[in-house]
């Protein structure tokens, strides 16, 4: 096993702005690193870096303690698994799992015991003698894992492995992959565009844009202390609510209502803004009739129009319509593009609990948790809560 260090590194392509841009990420020994970010932001080319597979155009590249930088692929001893799992249709899965074993000429004996071992560990005992055509998309999958960790790798890295997996299965694998790894405790840095999957696998996730690192955390650390308006509405699902705010004193007007910021951190963290974003994850909104008289005191209560419900059977979702401001609709929209959302700009959702009576067409009051939102710079996209 062994950590990996990146030192300021930098992937350039072509022209354009770099691929992978100024990067430095320190996975420790043992640890499970995700790293996370919509289409094209650089993941896979940073992890393509780690394994050899790109060249680093600038930086340091360490496994353990060795620089790696222009080490050839085979010569870091690390196992990659691919999102296509790219096994061999030709050989048994027994073969399969064998492969790296009889490519590093070991034993036929100790390819029998290792590759029992591993299909033990990963129940694929009973199809070590089928083809990879004759196995469900988990099952190859899996076989795919084996082949990973069949021999003693310093670490594993995983280019979104689930992707070509239905719903189910992808959660079921999920956690397949999550028992595994701390079994094994083996250093892995795993690739995924899915925020499900960053924040329920990793020890730590990093969140990269455009090539360059966000936050790099746990993912409670994410969820709840976000650095920026990207962080934030790319962790958590619904994303969190991005309000547009005008401040008057303590006052908040937003679209969706006027109330008090009352927590004097949170008020002095507006500064001297006329203009900032307020950030409401769902479930900080709640049906306030169903709020305690002391509760309802302690945050802001907002009287809004719900156009639409959908009830989950453990919790609800209530959206609420709104238009954002002129002055913020252009930001809103590129962020809303970005995140693949258009809740940022056009409505808010709201998680209420299962017994809340408000229903599509109502005029309902909302509690709001004021002590969770967050007070984002419009102009920077910083968190300055
Ligand atoms: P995806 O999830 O879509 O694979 P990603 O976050 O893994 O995206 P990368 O594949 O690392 O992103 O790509 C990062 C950027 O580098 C993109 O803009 C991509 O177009 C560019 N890029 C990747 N590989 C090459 C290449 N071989 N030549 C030129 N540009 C490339």
């Known amino acids: 096993m062994a950590a990996i260090t990146m030192k300021n590194i930098v992937k350039q392509y072509g022209d354009g702005f770099p691929a992978v841009n100024d990067v430095s990420l320190d996975v420790r020994d043992g640890e499970f690193m995700i790293l996370v970010g919509p289409s094209g932001c650089g993941k896979s080319t940073l992890l393509r870096m ?12 360490r496994i353990g303690e060795k620089v790696v930088n222009t080490v050839a692929p085979r010569r870091r001893n690390l196992s990659m698994v691919f999102q296509n799992y790219a096994l061999y249709p030709h050989l048994t899965v027994y073969e399969n799992i064998a492969f790296p074993l009889r490519l590093a000429k070991r034993s036929d004996e100790e390819v029998r015991r290792r ?3 591993t299909a033990k560990l990963l129940e694929l005992t009973e199809h070590l003698e089928r083809k990879p ?4 998309g988990g099952q190859r999958q899996r076989v795919a894992m084996g082949r990973a960790i069949v021999r003693q790798a310093d670490a594993f890295l995983f280019d979104e492995p689930l992707s070509n997996l239905d719903a189910k299965l992808r959660g079921q694998m999920r956690t397949e992959i999550s028992r595994l790894q701390r079994r094994l405790g083996v250093t892995t840095v795993y690739v995924t565009h ?35 308006l990207f962080v934030a509405g790319f962790i ?27 927590d004097e951190r949170k008020a002095s963290a507006v500064g001297d803004r006329d203009v900032v974003l307020v950030g409401v994850r769902p479930e900080d909104f709640e049906d306030a009739s169903l709020v305690s008289e002391d509760k309802r005191a302690a945050g802001a209560l907002v009287r809004v129009h719900v156009d639409v419900t959908e ?63 967050h007070i984002f710079d419009p102009a920077t996209g910083e968190n300055l809560t």
Do not use: C, H
């Not at 020890?203 to 993912?219: C, E, W």
């Not at 958590?236 to 009352?262: C, H, K, Q, W, Y």
């Not at 959206?319 to 002129?326: C, G, H, L, M």
């Open 236 to 262: 958590g699902s619904p994303s969190m609510n991005f309000l547009p705010a005008s401040v008057d004193g303590t006052f908040l007007e937003t679209p969706i209502g006027r109330f008090d910021l009352r």
């Open 133 to 136: 055509a004759n196995l469900s």
């Open 50 to 61: 780690i394994v050899g597979l790109e060249d680093i155009t600038s930086g340091e590249m």
């Open 115 to 117: 590759v029992t071992e």
């Open 194 to 228: 899915d925020q499900t999957e960053a924040m329920t696998l990793g020890d730590r996730v990093a969140v990269l844009r455009k090539g360059i690192l966000q936050q790099v955390g746990s993912p409670r650390e994410l969820y709840e202390q976000p650095v920026n």
């Open 311 to 373: 009830w989950l059977g453990n919790e609800q979702y209530a959206y609420v319509p709104y238009e954002a401001p002129r002055e913020l609709a252009d930001q809103l929209r590129e962020l809303s593009r970005e995140l693949d959302s258009d809740q940022m700009r056009t409505q808010a959702v709201v998680s209420l609990d299962a017994s809340s009576l408000i229903t599509a067409g109502d005029e309902a009051e909302l509690w709001i948790n004021t002590s969770r939102l």
